[in-house]
C-alpha cells in the first residue's frame, strides 16, 4: 500500500512471491573426445554452494561424492555430471558432459586385498567389490558387501591400483595417490587413524608412479626411483630402522634408483634399474 497525507490510501499491491534458484555449476571443458591428461574444472557459482558430482550416469543427490568448488578431474571415458546445492534455495541444474579419451592413459590394473577386487580401466575408472565393512570400496559407506562391481564416482584418471587388507590405494595418470579404508597405523598417510570411507588425497607424495599395499602399511615409488612407505611397522616392514608406525609417508633410507615395489603382509621387497632385488 502507499500513504500520503492529502490522499486516500492506495490499494494493496497484488502479492508476489519469489524463489532463488542455486547457480548451475560450470564445468570448465565442453563434452568431446581428447588426449590423455586432459582435465575439467567443477567451479560452483557461489561460495557457499555446496557441490556434488557423479561419473557413473546417476544424477547427484545428496549422497552422491561431496566436491570442492574448483576440482579438477582427469578427464576419461564417462559422463560427468554436477549439481549444486544453498540453503534456502531451489537445487541448481544440473551440469553435465560426456567425455572419451582418444588414446588409453595405460593398460589398466587389477588386484586383489584381503577380501576385496579393484580394477582400474584403461581410461583411469575403478571398479570395486567384495567386503565393504571398513569403507574399502570407497562408496562412503562403511557397510554393504557389493556383490558386482561398482564405479567410484569421486576419482578418475587411475593407472595404478592396490589392495590391502582393508584399505586401497590409488595412483593418478598425474602422479598422485589417493587411500581409503581400515586406517589404523596411519596406512592411508594422512596423520591420523581415523577410518576413511571414502579416497583421501595423500598431499604430501607426489611424482608417483607405482603403489603397493601390504596388510596393514602402503608403498609408493616415485617417478626418480626414491620409496616412500607408512603404516604398520611392528614387523619393521618399512625398512626404517625401527618398529615405531608412521602415520605419514617417509623416504625409505639406503634405496636409489628403483624400479619395481611390492608389498607382503608383513613384508616389502624394491628391485633397482640394475635388477637388484631389496627385501625388508
Given at each position: 500500500k502507499a500513504f500520503h497525507p492529502d490522499y486516500m490510501t492506495s490499494a494493496e499491491a497484488t502479492p508476489v512471491s519469489y524463489t532463488v534458484t542455486t547457480h548451475t555449476p560450470v564445468l570448465s571443458t565442453a563434452a568431446g573426445s581428447y588426449a590423455p591428461g586432459s582435465t575439467v574444472t567443477i567451479t560452483a557459482g557461489q561460495p557457499t554452494d555446496v557441490l556434488r558430482m557423479t561419473i557413473d550416469g546417476t544424477?547427484?543427490?545428496t549422497a552422491s561424492p561431496l566436491i570442492a568448488s574448483g576440482t579438477t578431474l582427469l578427464l576419461g571415458n564417462f559422463t560427468l555430471k554436477a549439481k549444486a546445492w544453498r540453503t534456502g534455495a531451489i537445487d541448481s541444474a544440473i551440469a553435465s558432459a560426456a567425455y572419451t579419451l582418444n588414446a588409453p592413459l595405460g593398460p589398466g590394473s587389477v588386484t586383489g586385498g584381503g577380501n576385496h577386487t579393484v580394477i582400474a580401466t584403461p581410461d583411469g575408472?575403478?571398479?570395486?567389490?567384495?567386503?565393504?565393512?571398513?569403507g574399502q570400496i570407497g562408496n562412503g559407506t562403511s557397510a554393504n558387501d557389493r556383490l558386482t562391481p561398482q564405479l567410484l564416482n569421486s576419482v578418475t584418471g587411475v593407472t595404478v591400483v592396490a589392495g590391502g587388507l582393508s584399505h586401497t590405494l590409488a595412483r593418478t595418470w598425474d602422479g598422485?595417490?589417493?587411500?581409503?579404508?581400515l586406517n589404523i597405523n596411519g596406512r592411508l598417510g594422512n596423520n591420523s587413524q581415523t577410518l576413511s570411507n571414502k579416497p583421501i588425497h595423500v598431499s604430501t607424495l607426489s611424482n608417483i608412479v607405482a603403489v603397493a599395499a601390504g596388510d596393514a602399511h602402503s608403498l609408493a615409488l616415485t617417478s626418480d626411483g626414491r620409496v616412500f612407505g607408512g603404516g604398520a611397522n611392528a614387523s619393521r616392514q618399512l625398512g626404517l630402522g625401527h618398529n615405531t608406525d608412521q602415520w605419514l609417508p617417509v623416504e625409505i633410507p639406503g634405496l636409489s634408483n628403483i624400479v619395481a615395489i611390492a608389498a607382503g603382509d608383513s613384508s616389502?621387497?624394491?628391485?633397482?634399474?640394475?635388477?637388484?632385488?631389496?627385501?625388508?
Open positions: 544424477d547427484p543427490t575408472r575403478v571398479f570395486l567389490w567384495g567386503d565393504n565393512q571398513y598422485q595417490v589417493y587411500a581409503w579404508g616389502s621387497f624394491a628391485v633397482s634399474n640394475t635388477g637388484q632385488l631389496y627385501g625388508w
